[in-house]
């Protein structure tokens, strides 16, 4: 688990400003959700937090720790993107080869057992069934991908889960079961976990606490409940109720998605 600290945080494109000014404390264990409309920055604040991108202003903290100049491999942030990125060469997992599951242990000098153990272990966690373990990700379906995606960034035990749209590619009832299957893997390994989406019903259903940003900027920092309930503003009222947000709130009191 980590503790995420982000402090007057800004970013520029050109002219163009992506965040602004934006604070932001994740903490430890925490499921916390960044939501907003598209081009309001969300996914640019996720990538400073990864290191993939270098803010203008302003501090990033990690445990403590301040992580500025830290290079991505080396902040223990793992990250699923929206497409996989997964090797298409490559299949999901055997013990000869590198695969996508195992790609990282290969590269560390695992030895062979253990890569196994681990690879069984964490497929097992996310609902990877072994009979796909032969397949590249042309021959998998989007949740299929998705699964194997997650496995492979928690392969290493990372500090924190970050996630970037890992569901604009599901059918809405994919969505639902991978709602749940997140809220169990959270709960089971207690990982810090960032979470961007535009979909409120998801960061309904999955958060802790939900983040929302506008053109750059963090407007509130609430439960779900909070959030519905007592929106700061018109902005975050409308943006909240075009949703299903009852029953969102529901699934999330429930435990499944």
């Known amino acids: 688990m980590a503790e995420i600290v982000l402090r007057k945080i800004s970013k520029k ?25 598209s081009g309001c920055g969300k996914t640019t604040t996720l990538r400073i937090i990864a290191g993939l991108e270098r803010q203008d202003n302003g501090d990033v903290l990690i445990d403590g720790v301040l992580v500025n100049d830290v290079k991505p491999e080396k902040r223990g942030m793992h990250m699923v993107f929206q497409h996989y990125a997964l090797w298409p060469h490559m299949k999901v997992f055997d013990d000869k080869d590198y695969t996508n599951i195992s790609f990282a242990l290969k590269l560390r000098n695992w030895v062979k057992e253990d890569i196994i153990n681990r690879a069984n272990t ?36 990372p500090k924190a889960l970050l996630m970037d749209e890992p569901m604009a590619n599901l059918d809405p009832p994919s969505r639902v079961k991978v709602r749940g299957e997140l809220l169990s893997l959270h709960k089971d390994l207690k990982l810090t976990v960032v979470y961007v989406t535009h979909n409120m019903a998801d960061a309904l259903a999955l958060a802790d606490r939900i983040a929302i940003i506008r053109e750059g900027r963090l407007v509130q920092v609430d439960s779900p409940e909070g959030i519905y309930r007592t929106p700061r503003d018109e902005f975050v009222r409308d943006f909240v109720r075009a949703y299903d947000a009852p029953d969102a709130l529901r699934s999330r009191k429930a435990g499944v998605g």
């Open 122 to 157: 964490i497929s097992k966690k996310v609902g990877l069934d072994k009979s796909l373990f032969s397949r590249r990700p042309g021959q998998l379906s989007a949740g299929q991908q998705q699964r194997v995606a997650i496995g492979r960034s928690l392969i290493l035990t």
């Open 13 to 37: 494109f050109g002219h163009v400003t992506a965040v602004d000014d934006l604070s932001l404390d994740v903490k430890n264990g925490e499921f916390m959700v960044l939501v907003g409309p």
